[in-house]
């Protein structure tokens, strides 16, 4: 079966730190730009980062830069969120998804945007940032 899954997800208090993975089953990630969304309840979802399929390009948004750090190891058929100093404010369910030959979406130091075309998306992990 084709599909992106997500891990580790997780309660952990402010100022804390979680890793999520998003691995590729039935296919290879390596021609794929992936990106991370998140969404709040009540709120749309929201680009958090990018990297390209060749790892050179990685972008975030405002709210996590310097904070978030995107990974990818094509052997691993996997790519990482690693999350540190995390906020009340980052508590969301967090997607990954996977465009094939969409380098240009994650160019320009801008996130892609959940209305992009994708090939995968991934179920969600939910992430809880609270004391």
């Known amino acids: 079966q084709l599909q992106l899954v997500e891990s580790g997800g997780g309660l952990v208090q402010p100022g804390g730190s979680l890793r999520l993975s998003c691995a590729a089953s039935g296919f290879t990630l390596d021609s794929y730009i992936i990106a991370w969304f998140r969404q709040a309840p009540g709120k749309e979802r929201d680009g958090v980062s990018c990297?390209?399929?060749?790892?050179?390009?990685?972008n975030y948004a405002d709210s996590v830069k310097g904070r978030f750090s995107i990974s990818r190891d094509n052997a691993k058929n996997t790519v990482y969120l690693q999350m540190n100093s995390l906020k009340p404010e980052d508590t969301a369910v967090y997607y990954c998804a996977a465009a094939m030959g969409m380098d240009f979406y994650c160019s320009g130091g801008e996130t892609p945007k959940p209305s992009y075309r994708y090939d995968y998306w991934g179920q969600g992990t939910q992430v809880t940032v609270s004391s």
């Open positions: 990297i390209s399929s060749s790892g050179h390009n990685r």
